[in-house]
DNA sequence: GGAAAATATGTTAGCGCTGAGATAATGTTT
DNA sequence: AAACATTATCTCAGCGCTAACATATTTTCC
């Protein structure tokens, strides 16, 4: 192991700073500012600071960084859940934004849980994050005290149905299920089917569920039938839960689902129950996943679009460290898949 | 907002350990002891302190006590792409393990290139994270001298076909192709075609080719088709292969596909076309994903257990923060599971 | 009752870096 | 050649916390 000089004396171990700063024969100071590409350097000492940087193999301890400088290179993510695979596509969207950035992800996952939640906030902004990623508008008062308390930036994914804290980026679910409730009217169907999983947990599906039911009052029509699962989406609940929706009720004509997950899982049941699926039952989704346009009849949805909520968010928390004076909401939008199922 | 006094008069802001320590009337030592639970503290004094913690709304500083203590709660995580829905199934297994802990996970992704992985390893070691969980055995010479002189601990995850750097947590993938291939002549199919997806950058599935092909080659046989795509696994790709490799040599008894992914495609394509699945033709996947055992006919596949990797990972690394003497090897292992595909 | 042990708290010196302002070296203008 | 910018560098005081050690204070035990 190498052998150095360092503040007091000699020093076996991790290269610091000073260390750098003696082999090129220049202050501490200088040696940061090359690093931190600030202030003007001549090129040959950047050069021979670079030089001695790699000779030493140095590597600036962001922590001694971070806190004489009162902010990091960290932003943190909080995602309800990683089992949902739309929220790794969210994450996707953020680091593929990061990438091109000296910022890290700093992830926490909540569990659809506000107190998990708060727990994980105070812990992230314990790292004096430059922004936090959240999802939804679900949090503790204790959350919002700190995170009013921090400055911080702050984006909200998912949802645009309620004020942000400082900005919110993603789709209106409401919309999106009315939207889903009056394609589907517009195509013809009239006997319509809900079929859902827990919404305690996911609010988004609660409201576009709500949507859904806007369309149909509006157009004199009721749900024929609906049927909830506890507990978490799945391809197995939505095959599951769509057998049973029909035992009890058989004559319905198309069946709007939670989201994708489950919908697939319907298009199996269809395919193991021998029922032709659109001629016989309408299929709809909400997400617009891979797996639902690959089903050898693509699923009938609306696209999300995950990836872009979270790059965009990451953008748009970049362009300022200080809130704007404005809330903001950033629509992503969304986009009815007409597919084969409905 | 708050007035308080601190170091050196009065200050508007983030109360800081000075700040509790004078409202509670003891020292800044004190208080960074009962918040760390350590060392003996009175009753009395703990209540003290936690109600003027609890007053102030105090969160303290990471970065001052990483700095100090020249160590961290966090966790670097560096998984090569969050498209593939193994490695968030990994990292959900991390947070899971995670979740009792005071640690936090810094996540990078590498996109599977090892150049990249270097710079965010240097970065990751930048925070003096507690430990480094990295996935398979392909890193750059810098980045092993790098983890090498940080003496964090270190764990390569998913394969353990090879000397870990510390610790290699998963499965031998090679072996698990060797089984699926033994196996599936057990089941009496001599035709074997392969459908695969890029293995320049996912080496595992090369490894688990090679295992099967040993197989094969023991039992007297060779694969009569192999059809790969370019780029990453997918349903589509699965889907559009299969009938690529179909159309060139239909006679195929049974096709081992790269993963689960690309085999749900190649069913799909089988109900499209009108193949009887199993009967006519077999297919045999891997990884085990839910969405492979809730089609109508259950994919035949080998169980790979991510969840349990990035769970054995945390637990594994968190027992001690030296590394022991040997390299370490924790097999997961595998299951096959007949489903009904093959 | 006094020494030793156990418990509870205080004091002090940094950890490695950055920000602000001082200083030095160079170039430009009149 | 003096006066002024401009550019490049240095000095130094912290950032907020923790480790190590020193100092009470109480308990235990013979």
Redesign the interface.
């Known amino acids: ?1 190498l052998v150095f000089k360092s503040g007091k004396g000699f020093m076996y171990g ?1 290269p610091t700073l000073t260390d750098v700063a003696r082999l090129a024969g220049v202050s501490e100071n200088t040696v940061s500012r090359v690093i931190r590409n600030k202030g003007p350097i001549a090129d040959s000492t950047r050069t021979r600071v670079t030089s001695a940087i790699e000779e030493l ?1 140095y ?6 960084g ?2 004489a400088s009162s902010g ?1 290179m ?1 932003m943190g993510v909080l995602l309800p859940s ?2 949902n ?1 739309v ?3 969210v ?2 969207g953020i ?1 593929s934004a990061l ?1 091109s950035t ?1 910022y ?6 909540t ?1 659809y849980d506000a107190l998990t939640e708060q727990g ?1 906030v ?7 994050p430059a922004a936090i990623i959240m999802t939804g508008f679900d949090h503790t008062d204790a959350t919002r ?2 995170l009013e ?2 400055r911080v930036r702050v984006a909200e994914l998912m949802d645009i149905d309620a004020e942000p804290i400082d900005i919110a980026i993603g789709l209106s679910h409401r919309k999106a299920g009315y939207d889903s409730g009056r394609h589907l009217i517009s195509r013809g169907y009239r006997r319509f089917g809900y079929v859902g999983h827990d919404w305690t947990a996911d609010r988004r599906a609660r409201k576009r569920y709500e949507g859904l039911c806007a369309a149909l009052l509006e157009a004199g029509l009721t749900l024929k039938a609906e049927q909830r699962v506890d507990g978490p989406s ?3 609940a939505g ?1 599951d839960t769509l057998a049973r929706l029909l035992t009890k009720k058989p004559d319905i004509e198309v069946v709007v689902f939670s989201n994708d997950d489950m919908a ?2 319907g298009f ?1 049941h269809c ?2 129950a021998g029922i032709a699926v659109k001629e016989k039952l309408g299929l709809f989704g909400f997400n617009g996943l ?2 639902g ?4 009849a693509p699923l009938s949805t609306v696209r999300s679009n995950r990836f872009l909520i979270g790059q965009t968010a990451v953008e748009k928390l970049l362009e300022s460290s200080e809130r704007p004076l404005e809330r903001q909401i950033v629509d992503t939008g969304y986009v009815i898949i007409e597919g084969a199922t409905a």
């Open positions: 192991m991790v193999g590597v600036p301890n962001r922590a001694a971070s806190l990091s960290l990683l089992s695979i929220f790794p596509e994450l996707r680091h990438a000296e890290q992800a700093l992830v926490g996952v569990d994980i105070s812990s992230l902004l314990a790292w004096k005290r700190m308390n921090s799945s391809t197995i095959r697939v899982g199996f395919l193991s891979d797996i346009q690959s089903l050898p």
